[in-house]
């Protein structure tokens, strides 16, 4: 569909005047190819981007601002809360909204029937009860639209939605078939990073009928972040990994090695300190009577065995090692949930326990450094290598190219 989204913005957006009018919108200038309005495409969706033609045209605060208020030269109410500016005209009758479903006081029907014109605030533009007070209307209907978001769903709503069902009518018209799909607005993000395909986080600002303040919902995909066995503290909004991207999803522009590296030491010097079930990442011990030959004298494993049997061989081998342990903790079997992480021993670098149950008395010391590499250094390299940043290696320093630039 990325194809079918280029043509639209390249070649017609600009020749609408129809919609341009019926948008209220201005000065509308065309869009140059090469410029990105499809940010990622995929088999069933496709992420289009509306930035350019925000940029594109003016749309902002046509109709709510003084001078186009004060020559309005017909009855007409505004559908909104009372505006911060002051509207001089005699042909203004006043202002009308809902609350809870009703019209917040008894003349505003009457003043909404008696007008030419409505003037509605672009928030009330998917609500449900407003278009119902709207229904059967014999004036003119117009949306102001004061920010991007409210902007995007007018596109939406008055052009984009019907614009790929019919190009969907038309490529399944081409082989002879009726068109099942059907494309419509799920969300809104801001900005999203993209790693590669199928994997990208975005900073959400709308999905399916709620608005979300900026910098509130960062929703990722095929990342790190939202796999089974992330540790809790990388999951963390204020301490881990969300905490970095906040950063980078507050300043698009301005972003820099610098700044980040400050954030992951600062994530380091807090990681060390933090409980050991937040920092332990957790997996599953399947088929370890298969997999496991010996645990008691010594460590023997089928070839091929899992690292998470492994882990928790090398706890039961301990405790096998300490048994006046043994009515206090309880040798790992098929089918049990591990926590594990990297630790500083000669018999085996990963070590498990159970949630809740780590076994200090016997337990191997943590292997921070690498630990804090597997868990949260690695997620954070894909995304800042992506961003043309340089990794940041095990010591929180980087190796910066003197050729590039950086």
Request: with cysteine; hydrophobic share 35%.
């Amino acid at each position: 569909m990325s194809d079918v989204n280029e043509k639209y913005w390249y070649t017609m957006w600009h020749t609408e005047t129809n919609l341009h009018q019926k948008m209220r919108i201005k000065n509308v200038k065309p869009i140059p190819e090469g410029t990105t309005v499809s940010v990622y495409g995929d088999t069933d969706s496709i992420f289009v981007g509306f930035k350019p033609a925000i940029d594109s045209c003016d749309w902002k605060n046509q109709l709510f601002n003084e001078d186009v208020l004060s020559k309005i030269p017909h009855p007409f109410v505004i559908f909104s809360t009372d505006l911060d500016i002051e509207v001089n005209n005699p042909n203004f009758l006043g202002y009308v909204n809902i609350k809870d479903g009703q019209w917040i006081d008894e003349d505003m029907e009457d003043k909404l029937s008696q007008s030419k014109i409505a003037l509605v605030d672009g928030h009330y533009l998917k609500d449900r009860v407003a278009n119902e007070k709207l229904e059967g209307y014999k004036g003119n209907v117009s949306y102001n639209w004061k920010d991007e978001l409210e902007f995007i769903h007018g596109l939406d709503h008055f052009r984009i939605e019907q614009y790929f069902k019919d190009e969907l009518d038309k490529h399944g018209n081409s082989y002879g078939v009726k068109n099942i799909q059907d494309f419509e607005l799920e969300k809104i993000a801001e900005s999203i990073i993209n790693l590669e395909k199928k994997k990208y986080i975005q900073h959400i600002n709308w999905e399916d009928g709620i608005d979300y303040k900026r910098l509130d919902y960062f929703q990722p995909k095929g990342v790190e972040l939202v796999r089974s066995s992330t540790p809790v503290f990388a999951r963390n909004k204020e301490r881990g990994i969300p905490k970095l991207i906040k950063y980078l999803f507050s300043n698009p522009d301005s972003f820099n090695i610098k700044e980040l590296l400050g954030i992951v030491k600062e994530m380091r010097r807090e990681f060390e300190v933090a409980d050991i079930d937040e920092i332990s990442m957790q997996s599953s011990c399947s088929n370890y009577s298969e997999k496991v030959i010996n645990d008691k004298e010594k460590m023997e494993f089928v070839t091929g065995t899992h690292f998470g049997v492994k882990a928790a061989a090398f706890h039961n081998h301990l405790l096998h090692k300490n048994p006046e342990f043994q009515n206090k903790y309880e040798l790992f079997k098929s089918g049990d949930k591990i926590k594990y992480y990297y630790c500083k021993s000669q018999d085996n670098k990963i070590f498990a326990y159970r949630r809740g149950e780590h076994p200090i008395e016997f337990a191997p010391e943590v292997d921070y450094d690498m630990q804090f590499q597997k868990s949260i250094l690695s997620p954070i390299n894909s995304i800042s290598i992506k961003l043309g940043m340089p990794e940041i290696t095990k010591r929180l320093s980087v190796v910066m190219d003197i050729f590039s630039g950086v």
